[in-house]
């Protein structure tokens, strides 16, 4: 079995990312690792050259600054980078996105029993979404619970966004693929970035959304959708943590809610009525 990683980014030091140690976390589990990176105005690129690793491919691209329909541009970009893997599975993982050493072995193990099973042509991860500082997880409905992050490399798969994969069957109907669960979850700090990183995100990727962002000035949520985490962190990113990441972040009790959260607090009471889970699926659990 071959496993290929693979990723996208561009200006990751200026806009706070993780990225160094997302792929590092990876790194143990593949035999390559593939790494669309875009031209960037800070050191991005110079960083993945100093990784330490022969499995890094890295492929410079330059992205389409006048592609701006809901992160197309960012599909292109994953698609860049899976389309030079040469594994039996390919193996996405975002800049802010990280995986616990503890969970290797797990996740290694779902792929080799998968293998030679050519229904399953996607695994799917749990998330634990830390927003406003790592003591903190976002849980309501408005966050994926789970996402595909694996998908088997001989079929035919495209990505509309940088999120989900279509796997196409025979050229006439794109159809989420079919899935089994790894049982580990990916540690995703996208929301936990400072807030000087936070502002000069959203300064710079809202027109890839053709969104207009407000100057980000601090982490809003509604406290209910919050839980704390309890657990333990992967150590190949404490040092992130403790020095790039916002730790001055408590959930605003006052805080005033938009139509968007009104809707989700309302979801997740129909989930705690029914039993059941709301949010959106891009895959189709077949065990």
């Not at 790494?35 to 050259?49: E, F, H, K, N």
């Not at 330059?62 to 592609?67: R, T």
């Not at 030079?84 to 800049?95: I, K, R, S, V």
């Not at 936070?198 to 300064?203: L, S, T």
Request: hydrophobic content about 35%.
């Amino acid at each position: 079995m071959k496993i290929s990683g693979f990723s996208f980014i561009r200006n990751g030091t200026l806009l706070g990312y993780p990225f160094v140690e997302s792929i590092c976390s990876a790194l143990p589990l593949c035999d390559e690792f593939v790494v669309a990176v875009g031209d960037s105005d800070d050191d991005t690129l110079a960083r993945i050259q100093t990784i330490n690793s022969e499995k890094i491919v890295i492929i410079q691209t330059c992205w389409n600054e006048k592609m701006q329909d809901r992160g197309f541009v960012y599909a292109q970009q994953k698609m860049i980078a899976q389309y030079n893997c040469t594994g039996d599975w390919a193996f996405y993982l975002e800049g802010d996105e990280v995986l616990h050493e503890d969970d290797l072995p797990k996740i290694r193990a779902a792929m080799e029993n998968n293998l030679n099973n050519s229904e399953i042509e996607a695994l799917v991860f749990d998330y634990h979404h830390f927003f406003g500082s790592s003591d903190w997880l976002a849980t309501s409905p408005a966050w994926y619970r789970r996402e595909c992050r694996i998908i088997r490399n001989t079929i035919r798969s495209w990505a509309p966004d940088g999120l989900y994969w279509v796997v196409m069957d025979k050229n006439k109907k794109g159809r989420y693929p079919r899935a089994a669960l790894v049982n580990a979850p990916i540690y995703h700090y996208g929301h936990v970035r400072s807030i000087e990183a936070m502002r000069e995100k959203n300064q710079r990727v809202g027109k890839y959304w053709k969104h207009d962002h407000p100057l980000f000035s601090g982490y809003q949520i509604d406290p209910q959708s919050l839980s704390p985490f309890t657990g333990q962190h992967p150590a190949i990113v404490k040092t992130w943590l403790a020095n790039e990441a916002e730790k001055n972040f408590s959930p605003n009790l006052n805080h005033q809610l938009t139509k968007r959260e009104k809707k989700h607090r309302w979801a997740m009471k129909l989930e705690r009525m029914l039993n059941c889970e709301l949010t959106k699926k891009h895959y189709r659990l077949i065990k």
